[in-house]
């Protein structure tokens, strides 16, 4: 079974600086990554999503995250960040196996102040 | 436009009185799940149906069951809500085919009250 670290349970950043969530995982073997958001009392809305080739992943919003096989990492970037993007997120990983189990991360809370 | 439906947005129930969540889908994905996520915590998968195929996860309680009639709709039945039962419950949806395709498509959740 994989498992999915996020470090940072909050991340507190003034409106417009440079922010970057991280995101470790288990195993090297073949998987595919997710970056959720979610704001309160609503369900996950992807962001974006590594299934194969360029390791670097543009999303929505303005966020992007890149793969690193070696560091088994997949950290999400935004250069400059919005109070609507006050929300949290979580990291998944799934191998791709079976019925394609989702391994998320506990969350991480940004928040931004003005 | 395609989308995974909650019904209801929000439930009040009484404590050891019966409830059901429904989930409906218009992307006629194969697999559907059902997640209990917790106040500030991930979500926690409660089982799946893959098609027709039903399976629980180990640590799911047997208090919870689910139904799936069809393809579209998925129910979550809590036959003796605990106060430990409240909790935001997320149904999701993926296609499992040739096409790769991995992600997972999550409705509005259901916000579970127990008193």
């Known amino acids: 079974a994989q498992s999915v670290t996020q470090l940072d349970s909050q991340v507190p950043v003034f409106e417009e600086a440079p922010v970057e969530l991280r995101c470790n995982y288990s195993s090297s073997v073949s998987v595919y990554l997710f970056w959720y958001v979610q704001y309160p009392n609503q369900g996950l809305q992807l962001l974006l999503k590594?299934?194969?080739?360029?390791?670097l992943v543009k999303g929505i919003n303005g966020f992007e995250a890149e793969f690193n096989k070696s560091q088994t990492s997949f950290h999400l970037r935004k250069p400059s960040v919005h109070i609507s993007d006050t929300a949290e997120y979580f990291c998944a990983v799934s191998d791709g196996v079976g019925f394609n189990k989702f391994y998320f991360g506990s969350g991480t809370k940004l928040n931004v102040k003005p | 436009d395609a989308m995974v439906i909650q019904n209801p947005r929000y439930q009040v129930t009484q404590f050891g009185k019966p409830v059901t969540l429904s989930c409906s889908q218009t992307l006629n994905h194969n697999v559907m799940y059902w997640y209990q996520q917790k106040s500030s915590q991930a979500p926690k998968l409660l089982f799946h149906y893959y098609d027709k195929d039903f399976n629980n996860e180990a640590d799911t309680p047997d208090n919870f069951q689910s139904r799936r009639p069809n393809t579209s709709f998925c129910f979550l039945d809590i036959r003796s809500p605990g106060l430990g039962d409240a909790a935001m419950y997320l149904c999701?949806?993926?296609?499992?085919?040739?096409?790769?395709?991995?992600?997972?498509?999550f409705g509005p959740g259901t916000r579970l009250t127990v008193l």
């Open positions: 590594y299934l194969s080739g360029s390791t």
């Open positions: 999701a949806t993926s296609i499992i085919d040739r096409t790769g395709e991995r992600e997972q498509f």
